[in-house]
Every structure is written in structure tokens, then in C-alpha cells.
């Protein structure tokens, strides 16, 4: 079973800076792309930022030049680092794995594609 735990969450000033962490244990995280979602109030969860097995990722362009997706898979962790935040960025954080081999080289913005799950850490920009 596998099982991802989001923190660094936080208030923040429009402008500001913070780094998500997705701490995960189970199972050994190189086999599994990982994917970053936000859900803002009275809006629907979607998702804004991923990365696959190594170094590839993909972000919304919302956030294109401002998120950046990263990993460690030795130490089991990937992080998303959130520059020049918005007040449009608060949201809950949710990191997200999804098993995959080889064939699957991109990883995916689509919440259906991913199998597990943590439990959100809350973003507030505000001022």
C-alpha cells in the first residue's frame, strides 16, 4: 500500500514563495509518476504540475514559470517549489502517484490517471 503525506503548506503574501513536500512510503517511488493537484474553494480539483519516473514534467500554464516539480526517488520525496504566488494559488495541495512502466514516459495532468493519494496541505496567499 502505498502512502503520500503533503506538507509545507502555508500563508503567504502575494509574491512569496513555498515548497511542497510529498513524503512517500510503501513501495519504492521510481516506478510511479507523480502529479500535483489543487482544489480552490468552490472550484473543481485540478491538476497543475507533474513529473515521471526522472526529470520530465508538465505544468498548467497558469503556473508555467512560476511552479517547478522536482524528486528524489532514493529518499522517496518530490517536492513542488511555488514562486511569485498568487491569491488565485490558494487551494488544498494534493500530491497524487500513479504506477506506470517504461511505456509511459509523460506524465499526466489527469486526476483519473493517478491511484494514490495523500490528504492536502492548505496554500493561503493573502496579504
Known amino acids: 500500500q502505498l502512502r503520500l503525506v503533503e506538507s509545507g503548506g502555508d500563508l503567504v503574501q502575494p509574491g512569496g514563495s513555498l515548497r511542497l513536500s510529498c513524503e512517500v512510503s510503501g513501495r519504492p517511488l521510481d516506478t510511479y509518476h507523480i502529479g500535483w493537484f489543487r482544489r480552490a474553494p468552490g472550484k473543481e480539483r485540478e491538476g497543475i504540475s507533474c513529473?515521471?519516473?526522472?526529470?520530465?514534467?508538465d505544468h498548467i500554464d497558469s503556473v508555467k514559470g512560476r511552479f517547478a516539480v522536482s524528486r528524489n526517488n532514493a529518499d522517496n520525496i518530490a517536492w513542488l517549489r511555488m514562486d511569485s504566488l498568487k491569491p488565485e494559488d490558494t487551494a488544498v495541495y494534493y500530491c497524487?502517484?500513479?504506477?506506470?512502466?517504461?511505456?509511459?514516459?509523460?506524465?499526466?495532468?489527469?486526476?483519473?490517471?493517478?491511484?494514490?493519494w495523500g490528504q492536502g496541505t492548505q496554500v493561503t496567499v493573502s496579504s
Open positions: 513529473i515521471n519516473r526522472g526529470v520530465i514534467d
Open positions: 497524487a502517484a500513479r504506477k506506470t512502466d517504461y511505456s509511459t514516459y509523460y506524465c499526466s495532468l489527469d486526476e483519473r490517471d493517478y491511484d494514490s
